[in-house]
Every structure is written in structure tokens, then in C-alpha cells.
């Protein structure tokens, strides 16, 4: 049962906090991949979805059901998370320049627990509380300061837009229940603000190009903390949400050309980024947004979504992108022959086959899509591999030797599992060996090798355009509002006019009242005068009555 | 289980008194430094919460509904009662007070410069804040609103900074407006009839004694809440005050105001004002919008927990007002989590102050090597942002759709002023734990939260954790 599994994933994650973090680091890794496998050995062994919910009690009147049962379309996926987590710990464990490996796998495992907790939700508040912890969690993960700081601004901004429109929802159908939602659009209101909210609340959470600043201040991190970031944690978290939200994109006729418009705009960002950036963990995380963009793109052209592809696809982009950083120059002793032949080359070449054929096989209802993608696709990744085959590595030999069959390992078991679950993808092999041909050709000609005068630009490697764009068009206006009120408000207008007024007229009162009271001739004839009039007011007062 | 309930109402008013009396008389040598009068004021507080949590466990449901009453006859001409009672509303603010005030005493245990008189003043106004949130009364409820004034006006002038005389002043002038309009508004409800609080809504005037009646109420209530231009004195307080107690205390004054008028009008205000209600809720929007924008242009943190703290009151004052009281429960379980993040909050940034003070390092990047204040106060933080870590997550979310259902425009704005200020604390955040320079390295000079200090902290970190988990978990 998945409860317990949930569980057991929860409370194995935690107590790996507790363990030392700079010893005993694969006995804990090894744990948790067990409690993983048994998670999956019990989502894959439970034929009937047992109806077993947890009662939340949040308030007097109001209980919420916390599903922890995956529905069929959700068990793939929930299969697939925890295939990238377990993936996740394994490059943490082969990491040596992260020090925290214990706590990192705690919080992979924490994660992954919400993002099953995410994908089995049936209402708004199960869904808003797992997204939110999981930015929590995270947050925790990203160990630097300035990219901790561009992450929560990102993603508190993305979760408040969330949760505004769950609470529009809320408080029009007075139901938080996600099956409801096709209903929304027969009688509710602001359905346009509605789906904007919802499409920018997903675009920071996986890093669409505007809104991807996020992930390219973390590239400071070490390259399995990037590669979690951004394949197994938030960005996925913001798929989770649109795809369990999609009966919204139907309620404004503006969802899907927003979709369609910012995926290609992701996708030709992330490409130039990822060719023309210098820096390799800049270069991963723009292999990200291309992903993502793909991804995006998948949601607004194709008519269905499939769980099981989209992860297929989801776990060899992962396993590019860890190969990426680490593949290196062979010896340059070597003959053109046998660099091409040696190990490193044949393992590219299983990488990058099984992660365009995924985005084949992902895209392939829309055919003009999946050629578009198929081909970006190989552009990027045949220039980057030739860039990283013709680059001085600062590793040594014997580390390369020594990390290179672990570094297989992964690669080998998912390609034979790949092909075990899918043998007639054996049948296009005629396509596979043209594109791979093409692919070898771009790779070894590299024709964006003639563009690299782009890469001496200073503001291409070092300029944040979007930061910049935020900065000037949002935050200093708001700074120079906040002081222009502070100079109005507090000071011109109330120190200086309002309370300065009243002392003024309070000092005024007690010079009136002490030349009043002063023994002199003037006072004495003010109040007599004073006096009288009293008297003739009383007299006349009583006389009218 | 207690054979009269109705005396735990009378306990809990008296234990504070007790532990002023207690505190009077505490014998404080120069060895002691002030721990003992200190342990009386913490002795005392967690007393009344243990009264509290038996009170929670005793009334017989979570429903609004008033539970125990406690009555005592003062005068019989004319005739003058004082009656007590409690719901869940006041319990979930009495929790929050108490708690609120015991992390600032927590927060004071190293600052001996007048400590007896700190938590005299302290229990006093404790005292007085139970005996508000308690009262039933017209009469009672007058004189507990205007009497825990004066503690907070003696700490103010004995524990202020620089430019107190200013402060007290405006704080004089703008509470005495206050006091006198709510004064006079009392005193006609009660030449006409003496009524309970709750049934205070059905009184029959004449128009124009409607209107002025009312309209007193109102202002009244409002010049405690920090609404423009009300706001002014508390934001000077809230800035000229170092000292984490005063500073706790005097940001729980505002509760008042929203609690006046929840009491006041439990479901919608009365009809000789609706018209105005728009005029205050424009005025009320705008005000967060203002002070948030000012705080996040004013680099000064007590000034960004201010706008925080105002936004927030106005929120919740907007949900009150709206009409509908299905919403009370979501503001009192909010405002229990809210109080008490906002106190362990302003803690560790006084520890923080008191130790740049003392080794005059710059304020950037003091968190970088101070790992327990580091980890405690991002967690607050976190929490205070709206992130689901404690019972604001939840609650917010259900008065936010309540106002976004109301008006989506007037809505929209106020989520804006909430990310606003929400943004002003993460800034501070980061600016504390991240330096650009090498000043980190001068900060192992810095020492971090001290343990029993961390022991308070992290049992207010389970509170928050446990609210969101179940926000009812003191009530049976």
C-alpha cells in the first residue's frame, strides 16, 4: 500500500538527518534505496487502489480527506518520481565535492514523499500545502545564500499566485474538491485572471524562460544538487500542478496560445543559452529549461498528456544532463578511431539516443512538434558533447577511469529496462541509426563552432538580462513610491502638518489662558465681562422657557 | 473534571495579579541579576497557560459560542456587573498573548537594566489583556481597554530610546482621542441601556445618536489599529524601541482595536454605518499598501516587522468585517501562530542588535556564522511569509477567499501589500545571513542565541508546526 510506503519514505528521510553527514554516507544511501524499491515494490503490487484517506482536521467545521492513493494515471507518475529520486540519490553518493550527502538524501526523500502527496490529491488544500512544504524543503537543499534568496523570492511569489486563485475557487464554488473544477467554467467569474495566475504560477515553478532566473542563480551548487533542482523538485512539482489544475486551461481562450508562445520561447532560449554559455552548470541548468520548455510545449500542442512518456522522457534528460558534467577529453594520445570508439563515445551515444527517442515517443501524436524538438534536440546536445569532448577536464585520468562505470551504471540499467518495457521501439531502428548518423555528423562537423564569437561577449557569460529587467521596471519604482510616501505621509503630512499643528494650537491655548490669568487690568475686565455675559445668557435662557 | 468551569475565568485573571504581587516583593541581590523576579513573570505566565489549556480542555466544543461566565455585582445603584466569558475566539487570543509575552520575557533574561519593573509592567498589562479579552461587559470591557495603556506608556517612557519624549507624546494624544470618544460612546449606551457586549448591536437610538455613537466606536477602536493616520504612533514606537518585551507588547496593543470590533459586531455592522464601511475599507487598503511600500524602501528591521504586523491586522480586520462570522475561527487560529513568529522574530533580532552593539561589526551577513539563530529565524520567517509551517498557511487561505470573493479588485490589492511586506521580511533575512565582504570571518566573534533561549524557540517552532497540523489541539 502506498500509505505505508509514503510513510516509511517520510520517516527514513527524517531520521537521515540525524546521521553523521560526513560518514557512513552509502549505508544511508543504501537505506533509503531500499525503502524506495519497497515503496515501488508496493505501488506496482497493489491491484485495487485501497480508499484508505487520512483526516485532516484544519478547523471546528471543516475536515480535509488527505488521499494518499494514486489514481491509475497518477501511479505511473508516482512510479517515475521515485525512479528520479532514487536516481537523485545515487549521483549524490558519487558526488565527492558535496559534503552534506546524508542531509541532501533526507531532503530528496522528503521531497519525493510530497510530490506523491501532490499527485494524489483530490482537493485544492492538499495540493497548495504539499507544493508549499516541498519549496520548504527545497530551499533547505540550495546552500548557497544568493541562490537560496532568488529561489524563495521565485517560488513564495508562485505559491502566493496559487493560492489566490484556490481561493477565488474556493470562495465562488465553496468546494475545494479538484474533480469539481470542469464545472467552474459553466457559471464562475474572473476565468481569465484565473488561468493567467494559474499559467505564471507554473512558469516560475519549472523555470519558463522570463521567469528562469531562479534556476540559473544555481548553478553555483554542485552539479547533483543542480541536476535534483531541476528535474526532480519544483520544476516537477509545477507540472504536477498544471497537469492536476488542466481542467482550468479550458475555462479562457488565452491558456493555451500562452502555453505554446512562452514553451518556444523557453525552448530557443535554453538552446542559444545552453550552446553559447561557457559555464557548464549554466549549460546544465539551460538543458533544463529547454526540458522544460519541451515539456510545456507537449502541454499546449498535443491533445493528451502521458504519464508514462513525459517521465520516460523526464529520467533521460536526467541521465543527459549527469552525463553532461561529467564526460570529459579522452587522452589525446588516442587516434580519431578510437576517441570515437572508446567507452565515453559509446556511452554518449546510449545517453543522447534514449533522450531524443523519449522526446520522440513523447511527441510523437504531433508529428511537426516532435521533429521540431527531435531536431533542437540534436543540435544542442551534438554541440555540447562536442564541446565537452574537445575540453580540458579538471579531473585526472584515473578518477575519469575509477568513475566511469559508475557512472554507467545508471545509463546501462535504465537503457536495458527502457528496452525491456519497450522492445518495439527495436522495430524503428532504421530511424534510430539515420538520426544517430545525422546526429555524429553534427558532432563531429560542429557547424556552431563558426558562431563562437558570441561566447567572448562579456554580457552573454556574465549579464543577468531578466534580473536587470525586474530591477528596473519593478523594484526601484517600488523604492522610490516607498520613500516619496515615507517623505509625504509620515513626515511632511503628519509630523510636520498634522501633530505639529496641535502642539502649536495646544501652546497657543496656554499663552491664551496664562495672559488670562495674569494679574493684570485687561484679564480682570475680560472676565468680568465674561461674567456678565453668563448672567445675561442664563436670564434670557430662562425668560424664552 | 472541574465541578464549576466557571471559576477557571476567575483564576485566570488572578494569576497574573498573583505574580505581580510575587514579583513586588522578590528579593534581588546583584548576584541574581534579576533571574528571580524573571522566574516569577515566567512561573506566572505558564500557569495561566496550563489555566488555558484546562479551560480549552473543559468548554465543551470548538463553536464560537461564549462557553463559561463568571459574574461579579460591583454596584447596585446604579447597578454595575462585571461579566466574564470566553469562546474559542478569546481563547485562541489569550493562548497567543500569553505565549507572546513569555517568549519576551524569555527575550529580556539577559537585560538587567530594570528588570523588576519589566515584568511588573509586563504581568500587569497581561493582566489587563486577559481581563479585555474576557469581559462581557460595558463596564469591565472600558476599563481593561483603557487601563493596559498604562503599562505599556510606563515601559515606553522607563525602556524607550532616544526620542521618547516624542513618542509619548503622540502616543498620549492619539490615545487620548481614542479613550474619550469610546468614553462618551459607553456612556450613552449605558444611560440607555446597560447591555452586554453581545447583544450590543440591538440597542435603539435615535438616528443621530446612532451615528455618533457608533461613529465614536469606530474611531476609537480604529486609533489602536494602525490605520492611516493612526498608524503614526505605533510605527514610532515600533521604531525607537530595542527592547524585545516592549517591543512584543506594544505590537499586541493593535490586537485590541481588531478585537473591539469583532465583539462589537460579531456579524455585520450596523446599518447607520454601512455606508462608511467602504470609505474605512478603501482607507484600510490603501494604508497596507502605503506602509508596505514603505517598508520595503526603510532598511531599519523593526520598521519591516511593523509594516508586517499592519498589513496583517488589516487583514484580519477586513475579514472580520465581512459580512459573515464563519471566518472568527480562521482569524483567531491564524492570529495564535501569527503573534507568536512575530515575538520569537523580534528576539532573535534584539539578540542580534545587542550583540552588533557590543562588537560593532556591520548588520550584513551577522547570520553567516551563527547557525541555531540562523536556522530559527529562517524558520520563522518562512512561517511568516504564509509558508505551511504553522496555522497561517491554512487560515489565511480561507480569508483571502473570503475578500477575493467579496471584491476581487479591493482583493487584489491586499494580497499585493501582504507580498509586499512578506518580501520586506525575506529581504532582511537574506541581508542578515548573506556578506558580501569578509566580515563573515569577524563574526565568530559573535555568540549565538543562548541554549535556554534556543529550548523557548524551538518549543515555539513545535507550537507553529503543531497549529498547522491541528490548530485545535488544546481544545477537546
Given at each position: 500500500m502506498l500509505t505505508n510506503s509514503i510513510f516509511i519514505l517520510l520517516f527514513t528521510g527524517i531520521f537521515t538527518f540525524f546521521a553523521p553527514q560526513k560518514r557512513t554516507t552509502s549505508v544511508w544511501t543504501y537505506l533509503l534505496a531500499l525503502a524506495f524499491i519497497y515503496a515501488i515494490m508496493a505501488l506496482t503490487g497493489q491491484a485495487v487502489p485501497s480508499d484508505i484517506s487520512i483526516i485532516w482536521t484544519a478547523m471546528p467545521d471543516f475536515s480535509i480527506s488527505i488521499n494518499l492513493n494514486p489514481i491509475r494515471a497518477a501511479k505511473i507518475a508516482a512510479l517515475g518520481v521515485m525512479v528520479i529520486s532514487i536516481l537523485s540519490f545515487y549521483y549524490n553518493l558519487l558526488a565527492s565535492d558535496d559534503y552534506n550527502t546524508n542531509n541532501l538524501n533526507g531532503l530528496v526523500s522528503i521531497n519525493c514523499v510530497l510530490l506523491l502527496i501532490a499527485l494524489c490529491s483530490t482537493n485544492y488544500l492538499q495540493l497548495l500545502a504539499a507544493v508549499g512544504m516541498a519549496d520548504v524543503m527545497v530551499y533547505s537543499s540550495i546552500n548557497r545564500y544568493d541562490s537560496k534568496r532568488q529561489y524563495i523570492y521565485s517560488n513564495f511569489f508562485a505559491d502566493f499566485l496559487l493560492l489566490s486563485i484556490l481561493a477565488i475557487i474556493l470562495g465562488q464554488q465553496?468546494?475545494?474538491?479538484?474533480?469539481?473544477?470542469?464545472?467552474?467554467?459553466?457559471?464562475?467569474?474572473?476565468?481569465?485572471?484565473?488561468?493567467?495566475?494559474?499559467?505564471?504560477?507554473?512558469?516560475?515553478?519549472?523555470?519558463?524562460?522570463?521567469?528562469h532566473t531562479a534556476y540559473q542563480k544555481i548553478s553555483p551548487l554542485t552539479s547533483n544538487r543542480i541536476n535534483f533542482i531541476i528535474f526532480a523538485s519544483t520544476p516537477l512539482m509545477g507540472i504536477i500542478v498544471l497537469n492536476t489544475l488542466h481542467g482550468l486551461l479550458n475555462i479562457s481562450q488565452y491558456s493555451y496560445p500562452l502555453?505554446?508562445?512562452?514553451?518556444?520561447?523557453?525552448?530557443?532560449?535554453?538552446?542559444?543559452?545552453?550552446?553559447f554559455v561557457s559555464n557548464i552548470n549554466r549549460k546544465s541548468a539551460y538543458m533544463g529549461m529547454i526540458f522544460w520548455g519541451l515539456t510545456f510545449s507537449c502541454f499546449g500542442w498535443l491533445l493528451s498528456f502521458s504519464q508514462t512518456r513525459f517521465f520516460t522522457f523526464l529520467i533521460a534528460a536526467f541521465l543527459f544532463n549527469s552525463w553532461l558534467v561529467f564526460v570529459e577529453r579522452p587522452s589525446q594520445k588516442l587516434s580519431l578511431w578510437h576517441r570515437i570508439c572508446n567507452f565515453q563515445m559509446i556511452l554518449t551515444l546510449l545517453v543522447v539516443a534514449s533522450y531524443m527517442l523519449s522526446w520522440w515517443q513523447f511527441a510523437s501524436s504531433n508529428i511537426v512538434l516532435a521533429t521540431i524538438g527531435e531536431g533542437i534536440l540534436g543540435v544542442v546536445t551534438a554541440t555540447l558533447m562536442a564541446e565537452r569532448f574537445n575540453c580540458l577536464s579538471p579531473n585526472n585520468d584515473r578518477l575519469a577511469v575509477k568513475n566511469i562505470f559508475l557512472q554507467a551504471l545508471p545509463i546501462i540499467t535504465i537503457v536495458i529496462l527502457f528496452v525491456y518495457f519497450n522492445h518495439n521501439i527495436l522495430l524503428l531502428w532504421p530511424y534510430i541509426i539515420a538520426t544517430l548518423t545525422i546526429w555524429l555528423t553534427c558532432f563531429l562537423l560542429n557547424p556552431m563552432r563558426y558562431f563562437g564569437f558570441v561566447c567572448k561577449i562579456n554580457f552573454i557569460q556574465n549579464g543577468d538580462m531578466v534580473t536587470t529587467i525586474y530591477s528596473t521596471l519593478f523594484l526601484a519604482p517600488l523604492l522610490v513610491v516607498g520613500r516619496l510616501l515615507r517623505l509625504m505621509v509620515d513626515i511632511v503630512f503628519l509630523e510636520r502638518t498634522v501633530i505639529s499643528s496641535i502642539k502649536n494650537a495646544i501652546r497657543f491655548l496656554i499663552f491664551i489662558f496664562r495672559r488670562l490669568h495674569a494679574n493684570s487690568v485687561l484679564s480682570s475686565t475680560i472676565f468680568t465681562f465674561l461674567g456678565i455675559c453668563i448672567i445675561f445668557m442664563a436670564y434670557y435662557q430662562g425668560v424664552s422657557k | 473534571m472541574i465541578e464549576n468551569p466557571n471559576i477557571l475565568l476567575t483564576i485566570l485573571m488572578s494569576v497574573p495579579l498573583l505574580g505581580i504581587l510575587f514579583a513586588a516583593i522578590s528579593k534581588e541581590s546583584p548576584e541574581s541579576a534579576g533571574s528571580n523576579v524573571l522566574s516569577v513573570g515566567i512561573l506566572t505566565v505558564v500557569s495561566n497557560l496550563i489555566v488555558l489549556y484546562i479551560t480549552g480542555q473543559t468548554t465543551a466544543d470548538s463553536t464560537p459560542a461564549l462557553q463559561l461566565?463568571?459574574?461579579?455585582?460591583?454596584?447596585?445603584?446604579?447597578?454595575?456587573?462585571?461579566?466574564?466569558?470566553?469562546?474559542?475566539?478569546?481563547?485562541?487570543?489569550?493562548?497567543?498573548?500569553?505565549?507572546?509575552?513569555?517568549?519576551?520575557?524569555?527575550?529580556?533574561?539577559?537585560?538587567?537594566?530594570?528588570?523588576?519593573?519589566?515584568?511588573?509592567?509586563?504581568?500587569?498589562?497581561?493582566?489587563?489583556?486577559?481581563?479585555?479579552?474576557?469581559?462581557?461587559?460595558?463596564?469591565?470591557?472600558?476599563?481593561?481597554?483603557?487601563?493596559?495603556?498604562?503599562p505599556l506608556f510606563m515601559l515606553v517612557g522607563m525602556l524607550g530610546d532616544v526620542h521618547r519624549q516624542d513618542i509619548l507624546y503622540r502616543f498620549f494624544l492619539y490615545n487620548l482621542l481614542g479613550a474619550s470618544l469610546l468614553f462618551m460612546a459607553?456612556?450613552?449606551?449605558?444611560?440607555?441601556?446597560?447591555?452586554?457586549?453581545?447583544?450590543?448591536?440591538?440597542?435603539?437610538?435615535?438616528?443621530?445618536?446612532?451615528?455618533?455613537?457608533?461613529?465614536?466606536i469606530f474611531i476609537a477602536f480604529l486609533s489602536r489599529i494602525p490605520i492611516w493616520p493612526f498608524h503614526y504612533w505605533i510605527s514610532s514606537i515600533n521604531v525607537n524601541i530595542s527592547n524585545p518585551l516592549v517591543f512584543i507588547i506594544a505590537?499586541?496593543?493593535?490586537?485590541?482595536?481588531?478585537?473591539?470590533?469583532?465583539?462589537?459586531?460579531?456579524?455585520?455592522?450596523?446599518?447607520?454605518?454601512?455606508?462608511?464601511?467602504?470609505?474605512?475599507?478603501?482607507?484600510?487598503?490603501?494604508?497596507?499598501?502605503?506602509?508596505?511600500?514603505?517598508?520595503?524602501?526603510?532598511?531599519?528591521?523593526?520598521?519591516?516587522?511593523?509594516?508586517?504586523?499592519?498589513?496583517?491586522?488589516?487583514?484580519?480586520?477586513?475579514?472580520?468585517?465581512?459580512?459573515?462570522?464563519?471566518?472568527?475561527?480562521?482569524?483567531?487560529?491564524?492570529?495564535?501562530?501569527?503573534?507568536?513568529?512575530?515575538?520569537?522574530?523580534?528576539?532573535?533580532?534584539?539578540?542580534?542588535?545587542?550583540?552588533?552593539q557590543s562588537t560593532s561589526l556591520p548588520e550584513r551577513g551577522i547570520l553567516s556564522n551563527l547557525k541555531c539563530a540562523s536556522f530559527i529565524l529562517s524558520f520563522f520567517i518562512l512561517a511568516a511569509v504564509g509558508l505551511p509551517l504553522s496555522s497561517m498557511f491554512l487560515n489565511n487561505m480561507f480569508i483571502f477567499a473570503g475578500l477575493l470573493t467579496y471584491n476581487l479588485k479591493m482583493a487584489l490589492f491586499i494580497l499585493f501589500a501582504i507580498v509586499l511586506s512578506s518580501i520586506n521580511l525575506l529581504q532582511h533575512l537574506?541581508?542578515?545571513?548573506?556578506?558580501?565582504?569578509?566580515?563573515?570571518?569577524?563574526t565568530n566573534s559573535i555568540s549565538d542565541i543562548p541554549p535556554?533561549?534556543?529550548?523557548?524557540?524551538?518549543?515555539?517552532?513545535?507550537?507553529?508546526?503543531?497549529s498547522f497540523i491541528n490548530p485545535l489541539w488544546y481544545m477537546e
Open positions: 465553496g468546494n475545494i474538491n479538484i474533480m469539481r473544477l470542469e464545472d467552474y467554467s459553466s457559471s464562475w467569474h474572473h476565468r481569465d485572471y484565473i488561468v493567467i495566475m494559474l499559467l505564471i504560477c507554473t512558469f516560475i515553478k519549472s523555470g519558463i524562460a522570463l521567469f502555453l505554446k508562445l512562452f514553451s518556444v520561447i523557453t525552448v530557443l532560449w535554453g538552446s542559444l543559452g545552453a550552446i | 461566565f463568571e459574574k461579579f455585582e460591583w454596584l447596585s445603584t446604579p447597578k454595575i456587573e462585571f461579566l466574564f466569558t470566553i469562546d474559542s475566539f478569546s481563547l485562541s487570543l489569550l493562548a497567543a498573548v500569553h505565549l507572546a509575552i513569555l517568549l519576551g520575557l524569555i527575550g529580556v533574561h539577559n537585560n538587567t537594566y530594570r528588570q523588576k519593573t519589566q515584568v511588573i509592567f509586563a504581568l500587569l498589562f497581561l493582566e489587563m489583556m486577559t481581563g479585555y479579552l474576557l469581559a462581557a461587559d460595558l463596564f469591565s470591557f472600558y476599563i481593561f481597554f483603557e487601563a493596559m495603556l498604562l459607553l456612556c450613552i449606551l449605558f444611560n440607555y441601556q446597560n447591555v452586554n457586549i453581545q447583544d450590543i448591536s440591538k440597542a435603539v437610538l435615535s438616528h443621530n445618536l446612532e451615528i455618533i455613537v457608533w461613529g465614536a505590537n499586541i496593543l493593535p490586537l485590541t482595536g481588531v478585537y473591539g470590533l469583532i465583539r462589537f459586531f460579531p456579524l455585520t455592522a450596523p446599518d447607520i454605518i454601512e455606508p462608511y464601511l467602504l470609505a474605512l475599507e478603501i482607507i484600510s487598503i490603501v494604508t497596507m499598501v502605503v506602509i508596505a511600500l514603505i517598508g520595503f524602501s526603510n532598511r531599519d528591521i523593526h520598521y519591516k516587522i511593523f509594516s508586517y504586523m499592519t498589513v496583517y491586522y488589516i487583514l484580519y480586520l477586513l475579514g472580520a468585517l465581512l459580512p459573515t462570522d464563519a471566518l472568527l475561527s480562521n482569524i483567531g487560529f491564524s492570529i495564535f501562530s501569527w503573534l507568536i513568529i512575530v515575538a520569537a522574530i523580534e528576539i532573535i533580532v534584539a539578540h542580534l542588535e545587542k550583540e552588533r537574506f541581508y542578515l545571513k548573506y556578506s558580501n565582504n569578509d566580515s563573515a570571518e569577524n535556554s533561549v534556543i529550548v523557548a524557540l524551538s518549543v515555539a517552532m513545535a507550537l507553529t508546526i503543531i
